[in-house]
């Protein structure tokens, strides 16, 4: 199954004139570079459906290659590639897998997230002058609109990086742990407790704490002075009784 993509508008390359063209929809793309890694040319494959090639490439990961702020591939990192291309009759059939390392945190406790990815994704770049049943457009009929979802090959070449940014993204996971069994921070002081799993705050009842507040405002001459007091009392108090 391929994976689900987000909405990509990408066109061959076309004279200007097509952007006054109110059927045209969909903005023009530039024309893809080839000394881009991520682009991949197929003229190899000569158009002849059933024609097949394997490709294996290093690049590095380009910006925004994960969910911001939670964790990612870092931009300039690693990533390997292993591609089959396989022309049909609509266009050529992309299929891959891609391996690299995430960067992240723990949602619990914030320490450093490390993840290995093995992605695997699958995605069909259409011949321009083609339909979506391999027809010519021209002959497949002027009623039926194009299919967004088809990405067009430009000039025999197809541009790989918002295939893979989707993949990696879609395999990332949305609340990274460090470990399954986290137990996280302290919800009071913010000691990490898988340090420290004894680390725990006496509770207090709540109906005693007005008592504690007022007995922790009484100042300590003001408790010797009760205490005096209530010392003075007792000795009168035994000394009625013994002359009674």
């Not at 070449?157 to 137990?183: G, K, S, T, Y």
């Not at 009484?218 to 005096?228: A, H, V």
Request: with cysteine; aromatic share 2%; charged share 30%.
């Amino acid at each position: 199954m391929p994976v689900a993509r987000a909405a990509r508008d990408r066109q061959p390359h076309e004279p200007s004139t097509t952007q006054n063209d109110p059927k045209a929809g969909r903005a023009l793309s530039t024309r893809l570079d080839h000394r881009n890694p991520l682009v991949f040319d197929t003229h190899e494959l000569g158009r002849r459906p059933g024609a097949l090639q394997r490709l294996s490439r290093s690049v590095e990961a380009p910006a925004a290659m994960g969910v911001e702020g939670v964790i990612g591939v870092p931009e300039g990192a690693p990533i390997d590639i292993d591609l089959r291309l396989e022309s049909v009759m609509e266009g050529v059939l992309v299929t891959g897998t891609a391996r690299a390392s995430a960067e992240g945190e723990c949602v619990r406790c914030l320490e450093p997230v490390e993840l290995e990815l093995d992605v695997d994704f699958q995605e069909m770049f259409s011949y321009p002058d083609s339909d979506d049943r391999g027809r010519s457009r021209a002959a497949a009929d002027d009623e039926a609109e194009d299919d967004e979802d088809m990405i067009p090959l430009e000039d025999g070449m197809f541009d790989l990086e918002p295939v893979l940014r989707d993949a990696v993204v879609l395999a990332l996971p949305m609340q990274p742990v460090c470990r399954e069994d986290c137990a996280g921070l302290c919800s009071e002081c913010g000691a990490n407790l898988n340090e420290n799993p004894d680390h725990h705050h006496d509770a207090v009842d709540i109906r005693w704490a007005a008592l504690q507040g007022l007995a922790g405002s009484l100042g300590t001459d003001e408790k010797d002075n009760m205490s005096g007091k209530a010392s003075d009392g007792d000795v009168r108090s035994a000394a009625e009784k013994q002359e009674k």
